[in-house]
């Protein structure tokens, strides 16, 4: 069967989407791991920021398991880490989530992945979703992933968020939709 | 290709959103094959009927809007959440940033969830929305629509669309349903009249049936 095309979310989604609370929470009070802020910017072609855009997070608990039944280590998932958070960009582009740093998930050879955070944007004039990862600037196991490593070289970067140099729990991550910089992103 | 790309110069705004490098092909991982598994507990039954939401009942043309989602094999997709959201009758979105001069009605909000059942099928009643004008270029009115937003059974799942009506005379002129390229495509986008779903001296029904691509898992396979 054909699938049904994408269209636009256009500047509207926040009656129904963000205001949908029951699901905005990535981690619960008591989720395992090392707690971090995360900020995400999404940017323009000319770097002005996306001040009506929504950012969704899907990520593996502290121990890179993921919060569904597909994942063969389902039983030892974290109960009190959810895994997915969406939330609308304020005025300067960006959105604040809280969240723990994932452990490593599985691949489907049986090879370990890098942490990561799998990323939706969804923005008025964009016709789809825009999917990429964020990886953590520093993390030894970056150098294995085969996700990274199959991204052009001269562009990976673009994949790293970064960690504020007097918080070490902040990290940072622009998403530029285009331009210069533009983010590397994925054929899902 | 079902999707439309991402530039589609006649909608201006991509210029300045759309990316232009090309699409790096992922290696099939858990991450894309696991994804957000919702509960009954993120719905109740008044979350689905969208006239049932404030004390008095909106104004407009009550309409129950149904479908089946399912898999590119047919196969149906069950407990995933769909959330729409629309204008009112007058085509006004209850929004700050929307200052379209058109009534606001104190009686409709626009938004709406609901689970699929166990054949994959959604139901909402709600009231037919407004034809709504922007300024993408001169004299540029949106087709009566309704956003909907589906998760399916994995992160690669993931479906933001728009709903059209059938015979609506704008759809000629709206360069948002014709970026996506193809016929055939297109006509996924629109309900169809459904006169058996309609309810009689009350409401009439349209048939909006979803599919889904997708992975599925399936671990540690060679």
């Given at each position: 069967?054909?699938?049904?095309?994408?269209?636009?979310?256009?500047?509207?989604?926040h009656?129904?989407?963000?205001?949908?609370?029951?699901?905005?929470?990535?981690?619960?009070?008591?989720?395992?791991?090392?707690?971090?802020?995360?900020?995400?910017?999404?940017?323009?072609?000319?770097?002005?920021?996306?001040?009506?855009?929504?950012?969704?997070l899907?990520?593996?608990?502290?121990?890179?398991?993921y919060?569904?039944?597909?994942?063969?280590?389902?039983?030892?998932?974290?109960?009190?880490?959810?895994g997915?958070?969406?939330?609308?960009?304020?005025?300067?582009?960006?959105?604040?989530?809280?969240?723990?740093?994932?452990g490593?998930p599985a691949?489907?050879?049986?090879?370990?992945?890098?942490?990561?955070?799998?990323v939706?944007?969804?923005a008025r004039?964009?016709?789809?979703?825009?999917?990429t990862?964020?990886?953590?600037?520093?993390?030894p196991a970056?150098?294995?992933?085969?996700v990274?490593?199959?991204?052009?070289?001269?562009?990976?970067?673009?994949?790293?968020?970064?960690?504020?140099?007097?918080?070490?729990?902040?990290w940072?991550?622009?998403l530029?939709l285009?331009?210069?910089?533009?983010?590397?992103?994925?054929a899902? | 290709?079902?999707?439309?790309?991402?530039?589609?110069?006649?909608y201006?705004?991509?210029?300045?959103?759309?990316p232009?490098?090309p699409?790096?092909v992922?290696?099939e991982?858990l991450?894309?094959?696991?994804?957000?598994?919702?509960?009954?507990?993120?719905?109740?039954?008044?979350?689905?009927?969208?006239?049932?939401?404030h004390?008095?009942?909106?104004?407009?043309?009550?309409?129950?809007?149904?479908?089946?989602?399912s898999?590119?094999?047919?196969?149906?997709?069950?407990?995933?959440?769909?959330?729409?959201?629309?204008?009112n009758?007058?085509?006004?979105y209850?929004?700050?940033?929307?200052?379209?001069?058109?009534?606001l009605?104190p009686?409709?909000?626009?938004g709406?969830?609901?689970?699929?059942?166990?054949n994959g099928?959604?139901?909402?009643?709600?009231?037919?929305?407004?034809?709504?004008p922007w300024?993408?270029?001169?004299?540029?009115?949106?087709?009566?629509?309704?956003?909907?937003?589906?998760?399916?059974a994995?992160?690669?799942?993931r479906l933001?669309?728009?709903?059209?009506?059938?015979?609506?005379p704008?759809?000629?002129?709206d360069?948002i349903f014709?970026?996506?390229p193809?016929?055939?495509?297109?006509?996924l986008?629109?309900?169809?009249?459904?006169?058996a779903?309609?309810?009689?001296?009350?409401a009439?029904?349209y048939r909006?049936?979803?599919?889904?691509?997708?992975?599925h898992a399936?671990p540690?396979?060679?």
């Open positions: 069967m054909q699938p049904t095309p994408s269209q636009t979310i256009g500047p509207f989604f009656i129904a989407l963000p205001a949908n609370e029951n699901i905005a929470h990535i981690a619960g009070p008591g989720a395992e791991g090392d707690a971090l802020t995360l900020i995400c910017r999404v940017l323009d072609a000319v770097g002005a920021p996306a001040d009506d855009a929504m950012i969704e899907w990520q593996a608990d502290a121990s890179g398991v919060n569904h039944p597909d994942d063969p280590r389902y039983a030892d998932h974290d109960p009190a880490f959810h997915f958070a969406r939330m609308a960009t304020n005025a300067q582009g960006a959105c604040v989530f809280q969240t723990v740093k994932p490593r691949d489907l050879n049986g090879a370990m992945q890098a942490p990561h955070i799998n939706s944007v969804f004039g964009l016709m789809k979703r825009a999917a990862r964020i990886y953590f600037e520093g993390d970056n150098a294995q992933d085969r990274l490593s199959c991204a052009p070289e001269q562009r990976r970067s673009t994949l790293l968020a970064h960690r504020d140099a007097s918080q070490p729990s902040l940072r991550f622009d530029h285009a331009g210069p910089d533009e983010t590397i992103f994925f899902i | 290709m079902a999707d439309p790309d991402y530039l589609y110069v006649p201006r705004l991509t210029i300045l959103r759309a232009r490098q699409l790096v992922l290696p991982t991450s894309e094959c696991t994804g957000p598994v919702f509960g009954h507990d993120s719905v109740t039954e008044s979350c689905s009927d969208l006239t049932r939401q004390a008095g009942e909106p104004m407009g043309q009550r309409i129950i809007v149904t479908g089946r989602v898999d590119e094999d047919g196969r149906p997709i069950t407990n995933t959440l769909v959330e729409i959201w629309q204008a009758a007058a085509g006004r209850f929004h700050e940033v929307d200052r379209h001069d058109a009534p009605d009686n409709f909000t626009g709406g969830r609901a689970l699929t059942d166990s099928c959604y139901r909402f009643t709600t009231i037919k929305p407004g034809a709504y300024q993408n270029h001169k004299n540029a009115w949106r087709p009566a629509h309704i956003h909907f937003s589906l998760f399916g994995s992160f690669s799942s933001i669309t728009q709903m059209y009506f059938p015979g609506d704008l759809l000629d002129f360069p014709h970026s996506v193809d016929e055939s495509s297109r006509q986008l629109i309900a169809r009249f459904d006169l779903a309609t309810k009689p001296e009350w009439l029904a909006f049936d979803i599919v889904l691509r997708g992975r399936t540690f396979e060679a």
